[in-house]
């Protein structure tokens, strides 16, 4: 692996571990997405890619230590240096989300699905964000849409989340819940009844 190639992969990795906590370092999270037409990174020069990924390091760091505001001019940083580039733009999206700005976020958002085409890691990271924007401003449908298209390309969150968003499934788990309760020495002893069939539990939403 070249030397841009390995920043740009490192800074993949920390972005992971800032936005996914819960996970040890390096891991990955979701299924491999389907691969994008042209490779994102393969388009920019070595060595100004190597800068971008640093500034991304950088502004990495800076949210990790609480300095949004940091974080947000090293993304801005990288954005200048690579414009055309569709992973600074998710980046700032998710500083800005963490800043409260969501109208910012979604411009940025905007921005790397455009670029990249809808297809990759970055999409399917920027797919994910939007819709948990949108659900949270109450627009059910258009993140709808969002998670599904982060679930094509491997997102086992956004499955969730469409699980979650699921009508019947959330009353088939609250029958289950019940059912279990019974079965733990609740009222009705060991009946099942009401539970869904072929029901399952579905996980518990947890933030990026």
Not at 72 to 94: C, E, H, V
Not at 115 to 140: C, M, N, T
Not at 152 to 161: C, E, K, P, T, V
Not at 192 to 202: D, L
């Amino acid at each position: 692996m070249g030397t841009a190639a390995a920043a740009a992969e490192e800074a993949r990795a920390v972005l992971e571990c800032l936005f996914h906590p819960q996970l040890p370092f390096g891991q990955e999270e979701e299924e491999p997405p389907p691969p994008a037409p042209l490779q994102e990174d393969g388009a920019f020069a070595p060595e100004r890619l190597a800068e971008a990924a640093e500034l991304e390091i950088q502004g990495v760091a800076a949210a990790e230590a609480g300095d949004t505001a940091e974080a947000l001019a090293r993304f801005g940083q990288a954005i200048q240096l690579l414009p055309a580039r569709a992973s600074a733009y998710n980046n700032r999206a998710q500083a800005r989300r963490l800043r409260g700005d969501l109208a910012g976020a979604l411009e940025d958002l905007a921005a790397a699905l455009e670029l990249s085409k809808g297809a990759g890691r970055v999409a399917r990271q920027a797919f994910v964000q939007r819709g948990l924007i949108l659900r949270l401003r109450g627009h059910e449908e258009a993140a709808r849409q969002d998670f599904e298209q982060a679930a094509r390309l491997g997102s086992s969150f956004a499955r969730q989340q469409l699980v979650l968003m699921n009508p019947y499934a959330a009353l088939c788990n609250q029958m289950l819940a019940a059912a279990m309760q019974k079965l733990r020495g609740g009222p009705g002893g060991g009946r099942r009844e009401g539970a869904c069939e072929g029901g399952a539990a579905a996980p518990a939403p947890h933030l990026l």
